[in-house]
């Protein structure tokens, strides 16, 4: 929500908007795009993010691809070889940009940082993004290593003072009391398959075999 890609990218439903464009790029002819900057494209700052910023920027980050941005006016061109839809390229997370000011990076997205501290930080609405969050103001309360280990960690959790963690091993998470626990498989986890041909076509000899493997 600070820094922004320059196409997004809805998650429930795929479909991908301009976020730093009028319009998603379109392809002029063969590995030639185009696309129009937006006019009121404004960092959390105020300040204005030129065409030739953009260019660079983008550059930089997709030089690896073989891609090359360059800027005329308000509109950007790229070369994009071999690129089926660089509007999909463009909405990918490692593409969400920040920008240099004064030794900060600030973003172009709905929330700018104010404060930031190992045990704080603070996002306020940026107002010059057009989509004007409805929260103005959000503080992410961290715990930071040096205030105890996972006895105070799980203390924390158990009082309400933390909402959100991800640094508990399975062993430990049956000490925390009422919040939501969210399992994921991990580098560690095993993944039993069976053929599903002969013997294994019906299921409940699979689910038979699953019960009584120690794993």
């Known amino acids: 929500h600070v820094y922004e890609t320059p196409i997004s990218r809805d998650p429930a439903s795929g479909d991908m908007a301009p976020a730093l464009f009028t ?11 185009e696309g129009t900057i937006r006019p009121s494209l404004r960092l959390s700052d105020g300040t204005p993010v030129t065409t030739d910023e953009l260019a660079s920027k983008l550059t930089q980050l997709m030089d690896s691809e073989g891609m090359r941005f360059t800027a005329a006016g308000e509109v950007l061109r790229v070369v994009a070889p071999d ?10 997370r490692g593409c969400a940009l920040g920008f240099d000011r004064g030794g900060k990076q600030l973003g172009t997205g709905p929330y700018g940082v104010v404060e930031a501290s190992p045990e704080l930080i603070v996002l306020e609405a940026n107002s010059h993004h057009p989509s004007i969050p409805s ?5 992410v ?4 290593e040096r205030r105890g280990g996972k006895d105070q960690l799980i203390e924390e959790l158990n009082g309400k003072n933390l909402d959100l963690t991800v640094d508990l091993a399975r062993a430990d998470v049956d000490r925390v009391h009422g919040m939501r626990k969210v399992f994921r498989p991990g580098a560690s986890t095993c993944v039993l398959a069976f ?9 409940k ?8 493997i120690d794993l």
Do not use: Y
């Not at 309360?141 to 930071?144: M, Q």
């Not at 000899?205 to 009584?212: D, T, W, Y």
């Open 195 to 203: 053929n599903t041909q002969g013997r294994m076509a019906n299921p």
């Open 135 to 139: 929260i103005s103001r959000v503080e």
């Open 141 to 144: 309360h961290c715990f930071p």
């Open 205 to 212: 000899h699979r689910r038979a075999v699953a019960k009584v």
């Open 83 to 92: 690129v089926r839809d660089l509007n999909a390229r463009l909405s990918r």
């Open 23 to 33: 319009r998603p790029l379109h392809r002029t002819s063969g590995d030639q795009w």
